[in-house]
């Protein structure tokens, strides 16, 4: 689906952003698990649209003024390479179609002789305090080596970001090919949902479909029965289902480093009002989904989103103020979706024909222990809408 072509291109529009400027992309490094050991590796997004590499602790390096590109290995001792095999120069030429790599203290040798005399562009790490979270430390490091040497560093992930917003063809592919294995893992979860008494048992489902396909979840999956589904980002996936009770899923695959993220909202057994409230959330969905086409905001989406949530909130006499329905309705209309779960992309920017984005309205209430949210994933087309 993707090969050395799709990466030399993407680095030649990048290119072709920056100027002659020296351009340093790092990659992630391993994250500590606990003791000696890490978490499964997932490379830097922005590397990985430039390269198509997933080994840690690798750096890109274009230069056009002088025309030339390579990537930076680490230095791994004898037990390094014992334990966890030696970087694989062939396959990081072959697939990126970058060669030679070079060492460390070549490449840094080369990034010192020429990152004070110009601009740099690099992938500079940054802190949200959002709900904790922090930047790789492989990037952190790459950094805070590279700042040493240069005063003139700018930040190159709006340029990636602007890039990463409109998606090609293999791109779209993949994309599809994730949502598609992602709602047939959802539909075996619907058809066992009446013979499975906890959210654990669905979520052995959704991994089992998964490693059957040979993909991993684009994000921690949420199984969430009953009042669990009012908490937004709920994934402990180990509680007890209700009969009777709605149960809201939100997963996605990722399929070759592309994530779909699909929300879905079940009934086991039988529920009039929760089913009233999935009838509701389909409703706005659905009109939501008809308004999206190039040239419409984001801004316009929820607008009309919280209009249209409000009006079911009233109906199902949830709400009589309108100023209640934030309430009920606490998060976006939806995001892009791409490398990312959560894609970059500028929400200020109007919707363009190769944006892939999610609508994904929701009802939350928790006095009555119902939370529904129905998600899909959206292609913008030159007319309108194609949901994958």
Request: aromatic share 6%.
């Amino acid at each position: 689906m993707f090969n050395t072509e799709f990466y030399k291109n993407n680095r030649q529009r990048l290119l072709d952003e920056c100027g002659d400027a020296l351009v340093i992309i790092a990659g992630n490094g391993l994250l500590q698990r606990v003791g000696d050991v890490n978490y499964s590796f997932r490379q830097d997004s922005n590397f990985l649209y430039l390269t198509g590499i997933s080994e840690p602790d690798l750096l890109l390096v274009m230069h056009p003024k002088n025309n030339i590109e390579f990537i930076i290995e680490p230095d791994k001792d004898e037990i390094a390479v014992i334990f966890d095999g030696d970087s694989n120069a062939d396959e990081i030429i072959q697939t990126s179609g970058i060669g030679p790599t070079m060492s460390e203290s070549e490449g840094w040798a080369y990034i010192k002789k020429h990152a004070s005399a110009q601009k740099v562009y690099f992938n500079l790490p940054s802190e949200t305090k959002v709900r904790g979270l922090f930047t790789n430390p492989g990037r952190q490091a790459a950094f805070g080596r590279l700042n040493e040497l240069s005063p003139n560093i700018e930040d190159v992930r709006p340029i990636l970001a602007s890039l990463r917003m409109i998606k090609q063809d293999q791109e779209i592919a993949a994309l599809t090919k994730a949502v598609e294995i992602t709602k047939s893992a959802l539909k075996k979860v619907e058809a066992g949902i009446e013979a499975n008494l906890n959210e654990k048992d669905l979520l052995r489902d959704l991994n089992m479909h998964f490693m059957q396909q040979g993909v991993t979840h684009s994000f921690a999956p949420m199984v969430q029965g009953g009042n669990n589904a009012t908490t937004l980002h709920y994934d402990k996936n180990n509680q007890k289902l209700q009969n009777n009770g709605a149960v809201l899923l939100d997963v996605g695959a990722e399929y070759e480093g592309y994530a779909a993220d699909i929300s879905r909202t079940y009934i086991k057994g039988s529920n009039k009002r929760a089913q009233q409230v999935i009838d509701s959330v389909r409703t706005v969905q659905e009109k939501v989904i008809a308004q999206v086409r190039p040239g419409v905001t984001w801004k316009e989406l929820s607008e009309t989103s919280l209009k249209l949530i409000t009006i079911e909130l009233k109906n199902l006499g949830v709400i009589n103020d309108a100023k209640e329905a934030q309430t009920y309705f606490p998060h976006a209309i939806g995001h892009f979706l791409g490398l990312d779960v959560h894609d970059v992309g500028d929400y200020a920017r109007a919707l363009e024909a190769g944006m892939v984005i999610t609508v994904e309205p929701g009802i939350y209430i928790p006095k009555e222990g119902i939370g529904v949210r129905i998600e899909d994933d959206i292609l913008v087309t030159e007319t309108g809408a194609k949901v994958l």
